[in-house]
């Protein structure tokens, strides 16, 4: 292939700076994105590797133009994972180490974000900093509003970003207060009430921090302005190994370019090129990038309209649009406002920034937000090729689907045309995805309609809708036969009707949730046809109904707002502390600073080592297939590949244990599951493994049975052993006499981890008798009957427990115990049985989540008690209340509870909540919004605390105290952003009377500490706490005769004297463990040590058409004994909860009939980002509190707070209970667990999932609906199914049910 090549010559080099420093690269690859460059290359390791696909944040980097002709400096933030390098000529880079380091100074951003606890792993810290700092690059006061949306685009999965948003907002002009006086509520007052009490809302203080001096800040590099000054545009070309990046200077080369390589792609942003080549290993061997050519970055205002350039970021084109709809008069920009809708919340900013307009259009993806409005607004496309140029109307390119030729290949889009909109017309867009910000829509559409003067007869009508077919798709014929037709109600449903035939959806459409699409295909268009309604009624309220507040709401979309917090802490534990000893004060995390510097080394940040190799894996295809051959062949050609490895290389053990089942290392003649190890490639690079590795041949052999499910495990009857059981009284004669007895099922998904830091491991031999240093970043559904009495009293409960454990055991078994041993959570229930399975199954190993099987086994009993509550006609709360443990007793297997915190938790949340106030308040609200409805609900926790077994929580720790006073402590916890290392440098403080700052942390390391136990279950501070002022108190004991003898000496003597005294100053510190026994043969143990107590009371909104909800407010109160730190457990309180809203309400895990995990990666499983977090949030310490179990009577807190995000959940509950009894839908129901917006909006069930139902059924139905609400009910145990095969059961007479094994009801067959 004959290539341009500048001026004859060779490559180009590419010129560009970071952090000030000039770059000059002679070759630059084309494949090469910049964080690989920054972080490889130049070894700034600071800027860190998330997702790889612009989903996460934790990559950006801020990028800074000059424009010669104009003088114009542009800061923008962008994600370095999606730049190419070859993209970067000219510009400056900006990374976190170019902000402020420890070395020089620190920049203010990055001081108070650690300072205000805004860092936990702090894995996602240096991309948040470069967010705010490039914020403050362009605005150093911004408003709330910058700052939410800045900050969009970053993901966080510890913190819960109440800290990060702290530490943002103190560069905020306006006051950081709630400012609101609703109910005569403000934080400040609440501030103002806890003065002259020993409590505190202060978590830092703004004192201390530096200013921000815009002064201090990098200028753009002075040699890159010369350069865009004084050279010549001219065509750049860069070589790579496989690609080449062609880069012209005029729209003529462009076209000629194009008419060269027709089927190169044109990169701008590649957001949308630069995911395929990673994921889907799409290559393309020339790449033209037209980012320079001024033709395509025009924006221009015309009379008619707003022309702007293909290459416009998305970014630039929202601010053309605001700036055009701050001008003209509203009736001239409902286009651009439709426009600005959309762009509000797509991708987050950094995707905004870089992905163009242009690209955006011609990707014609299904997703793409734009097209359906600019298709309905008639807007026009400029292309051109070497022919010359023509306009096309934007919706041709959609008219047969994707693949139509309307577009040549060699053409070029230069520009778009966006015309004035006109009297008479009305435009909207809707959309709406899994989360409300950064992410792809699931549906979403746009939509026109055209009245004739003075009329409401439709004269032009155009309905576009996304994320239905492949591409954007028209319901042309259904908006020509309404030409003519009045705006009403009968055009309405004849709409809806005709809509639904055109805008097919076929059961077995991809995406899935097909009859959710559906629903929001008329959900949309109703509430266009409202908003039109509306909008003629203020154009004449004589002509046109008005539409009612009560079905109006429902139009104002949910906006984002700046949440506010607070958090409260008892100040002093005891009047007597010293101001020295750090224990109970609010101390910052001790990798903060570190953190927001990037200086913080993560396991991939570790400098490579003299011929390191790289190891790719390649994992198995299949869910159950025999491995019939592995073809290695090709793979070994490929370039730098060193060695492949499979099982025939590990000849002694290719397996480990971690309980009674082997995990295999490499699959050797068979594999149980999608993911599985078969082999690995090893090569000198992470490219070329992975090259190397796409090469590899398996050939597989399906064997049956393919076990994907929990109901396909029970049918094949294929557990892990242990199963579990526990009983307690006589459930079989209770269930005779009380009033009511309720059965049902409930689904409980799974939840990822999805830490931001990617797993990596780096061995690395000594040469030395074999030594190796080895770096390494480590750490369902239910059946129940219920018997009750019509006072609200549960007086039985019959409980089954299934866990879809995966191909392994794992932690499974152990977590299908504690599903039963904590399933009674807060309540006494007289007579229980209950068991638990965990599954095998042909899914990779599932394994423990923060709470180990409690958030789960705790919402289903939740779950019971709100359906208890809607049979009985009493209040979730009262059925709560009723049933609450009140007084010392034993609980179900003989172990004692004192709950009087747990009362006094649920007491205080109720005052501080404004509990039954704003319950009144949200019936009132619900009785005026017919589309809209709030929920609250509050919920209660006794969280168990400890490990079952004594040896688990054995730990040891080293302390040195070295000649210059200095102290070094280690000790066998992991450090995962919990703030363990924190809290043992205050211990040692503490103990040893020393300053913090003498204190040095060494990393946790086998050679330091032998056999250290897994830091789980909320137990790393509590033992290695103990295990660390064990060994100090031996340091102090040695140390004593010398004070005694010199007491007014300083440590520095006294550590003088002892080594003078040849004393020994090392030592280890032991703890034992705590006391634990279960006996499952009897059911009775003592398996925990202590209580943690809490509860929380959180309001939602919801939208009955969309699914979409809002959290308005969460009130957290928790007793964790007399905290260590608390900073540092709100901070765990916080980010729990947060994941838990994730768990309960978002994060869902989707598997392809084969087995394989669809939702991979940021784009695709969803966690909570800024816009999930209540708008308002308090989270309140319970004071008084003592714990003579743990150290300084603190808690284990980092499990319990997960739990408390179920409010959430029940708050939706209460919201769709009060839609479906307004509907007239009075039976009991249940909802599955996480409730998305399409669960939400499929229990609102009204008019248009009832035209959905009538439709599929009669076409014959290719669509496979699920099972409408109703039959996945609670429902009264005379209306039942075998759960094995679901054959319908008779109605069971009360002797039937007490015939039935673990309460469970099932056919003669099973
Ligand atoms: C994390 C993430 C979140 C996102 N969220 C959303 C979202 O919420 N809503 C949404 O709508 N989109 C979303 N997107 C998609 C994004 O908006 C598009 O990928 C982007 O607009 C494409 O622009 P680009 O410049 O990056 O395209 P590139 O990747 O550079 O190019 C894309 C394609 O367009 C073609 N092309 C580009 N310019 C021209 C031209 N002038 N003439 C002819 N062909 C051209 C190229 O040949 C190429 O095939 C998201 C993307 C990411 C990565
Ligand atoms: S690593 Fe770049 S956005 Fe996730
Ligand atoms: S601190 Fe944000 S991801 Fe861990």
Known sequence: MSLPAAGGAGPDELIFSVNGRKIVEKNADPEQMLLSYLRKRLRLTGTKYGCGGGGCGACTVMISTYEPAS????????????????????????????????????????????????????FCTPGMVMSMYTLLRNHPEPSMEQIAAALAGNLCRCTGYRPILDGCKTFCKEPFCCQSKENGNCCLDQEDKLKGEKFSTKLFSADEFQPLDPTQEFIFPPELMTMAENQPKRTLVFQGERTTWISPASLKELLELKAKYPKAPLVVGNTSVGPEMKFKGVHHPVIISPARILDLNVVRYTDNGLSLGAACSLAV????????????????????????????????????????????????????????????????????????????????????????????????????????????????????????????????????????????????????????????????????????????????????????????????????????????????????????????????????????????????????????????????????????????????????????????????????????????????????????????????????????????????????????????????????????????????????????????????????????????????????????????????????????????????????????????????????????????????????????????????????????????????????????????????????????????????????????????????????????????????????????????????????????????????????????????????????????????????????????????????????????????????????????????????????????????????????????????????????????????QTLLKRLEPIISKNPKGTWNDWVKEAFEQSINLSATGYFRGYEANMDWEKGEGHPFTYFIFGAACSEVEIDCLTGDHKNIRTDIVIDIGCSINPAVDIGQIEGAFVQGIGLYTMEELKYSPEGVLYTRGPDQYKIPAICDIPEQFSVSLLSSSQNPYAIYSSKGIGEAGLFLGCSVFFAIWDAVAAVRKERGLTGTFTLNSPLTPERIRMACADQFTELILVLAHSVGSDTRLQAPISRREFTEADATHCPHCSKSLKPAGKSQKARRGCGQSTCEKH
């Open 317 to 1032: 084109v929202k601010d053309a649009l605001a700036n055009t709809v701050s001008e003209l008069p509203g009736e001239k920009t409902k286009i651009f406002r439709a426009l600005l809708h959309q762009l509000k919340t797509l991708g987050g900013q950094q995707i905004r920034n870089i992905s163009s307009l242009g690209g955006n259009i011609m990707s014609r993806k299904s997703t793409s937000d734009l097209n359906p409005i600019l298709a309905v607004g008639n807007c026009t496309l400029n292309l051109a090729s070497r022919e010359g140029t023509r306009w096309i109307s934007l919706s041709d390119i959609f008219a047969n689907g994707v693949g139509n030729n309307t577009l040549m290949p060699e053409e070029v889009l230069v520009s778009v045309h966006i015309p004035h909109s006109r009297k008479g017309e009305f435009v909207s867009a809707f959309r709406q995805a899994q989360r409300r910000e950064n992410a792809l829509p699931i549906a979403n559409a746009g939509m026109r309609v055209l009245f004739a003067e003075g009329t409401d007869i439709i004269t032009d009508f155009g309905i576009f809708y996304g994320g239905i077919g492949s591409t954007t798709v028209c319901a042309k014929h259904t908006c020509q036969a309404l030409i003519g037709r009045h705006w009403n109600e009968q055009m309405l449903d004849e709409a809806c009707r005709l809509v639904l035939k055109e805008v097919s959806l076929p059961g077995s459409a991809p995406g899935g949730k097909v009859e959710y699409r559906r629903t929001l295909i008329v959900s949309f268009l109703f509430k266009f046809y409202l908003q039109v309604l509306q909008s003629l009624n203020r154009m004449d309220p004589h002509l046109y109904p008005d539409i009612s507040e009560k079905y109006g709401s429902v139009l104002q979309d949910f906006q984002p707002k700046m949440p506010q917090s607070e958090q409260i802490y008892q100040q002093e534990v005891n009047p007597e502390q010293l101001p020295r000893d750090p224990v109970g004060r609010p101390i910052m995390h001790q990798g903060g600073i570190k953190h927001a510097t990037g200086e913080a080394v993560y396991c991939d940040d570790i400098r490579a080592v003299d011929e390191e190799l790289f190891l790719a894996v390649i994992t198995s295809s299949r869910a159950h297939a025999k491995i019939v051959s592995i073809d290695t062949s090709e793979a070994l050609k490929a370039p730098g590949v060193f060695d492949i490895i499979t099982a025939r290389d590990v000849p002694a053990t290719n397996e480990f244990y971690y309980y009674s089942d082997p995990e295999i290392i490499f699959a050797k003649d068979k594999v149980i599951c999608v993911g599985q190890i078969v082999c690995g490639v090893v090569a000198d690079s992470d490219v070329h493994a992975k090259q190397a590795a796409a090469k590899v041949k398996i050939e597989y052999e399906d064997l049956e049975p393919v076990i994907l499910t929990v109901e396909e495990a029970i049918k094949h009857n294929s557990f892990f052993e242990p199963q579990r059981r526990l009983e307690q009284g006589n459930v079989d004669e209770a269930f005779e006499t009380v009033d009511q007895i309720l059965e049902g099922e409930i689904h409980i998904g799974g939840q990822e981890h999805f830490y931001m830091e990617t797993q990596c491991a780096l061995v690395v031999p000594k040469g030395e008798d074999k030594e190796m240093d080895v770096y390494v970043s480590t750490q369902h559904p239910a059946l129940t009957q219920v018997g009750f009495m019509n006072d609200g009293r549960i007086m039985a409960a019959d409980a089954k427990y299934y866990i879809n454990g995966g191909c392994t055991p794992d932690d499974s078994v152990l977590v299908a115990e504690v599903v039963l041993l904590k399933m009674d959570n807060a309540y006494k229930i007289p007579n229980l049985r209950c068991c638990s399975h965990a599954c095998k199954t042909n899914l990779p190993s599932n394994t423990a989540f923060r709470g180990f099987g409690f958030p789960q086994s705790g919402l289903i009993t939740e779950s019971w008690i709100t359906a208890i509550a809607a049979k009985s006609g009493l209040s979730a709360e009262k059925v709560r209340e009723i049933n609450m443990y009140k007084e010392t007793e034993q609980i179900c297997y003989i172990q004692e509870l004192d709950p009087e915190n747990l009362v006094r938790c649920w007491n205080e949340c109720m005052e501080k909540s404004e509990y039954y106030s704003r319950k009144t308040a949200v019936e009132e609200f619900n009785k005026q919004n017919y589309w809209k409805k709030k929920g609250i609900a509050i919920i209660p926790m006794k969280f168990p605390f400890g490990l079952l077994t004594r040896f688990l929580t054995q730990a040891a720790a080293l302390v040195h105290i070295y000649m210059d006073g200095s102290v070094l402590l280690t000790h066998g916890g992991i450090e995962m952003g919990q703030g363990i290392h924190t809290k043992m440098i205050q211990v040692a403080s503490r103990e040893l009377k020393i300053p913090m700052s003498s204190i040095h942390f060494c990393e946790t390391s086998t050679t330091t500490v032998p056999n250290a136990c897994a830091s789980v279950a909320s137990a790393g501070t509590d033992v290695n706490g103990m295990a660390v002022k064990d060994a100090c």
């Open 71 to 122: 003088k114009n400096i542009k800061h923008y933030s962008a994600n370095a994972c999606l730049l190419p390098i070859c993209s970067l000529h000219g510009v400056a880079v900006t990374t976190v180490e170019g902000v402020g380091c420890t070395k020089t100074r620190i920049h203010p951003v990055q001081e108070r974000l650690a300072k205000c606890h805004g860092s936990q792993c702090g």
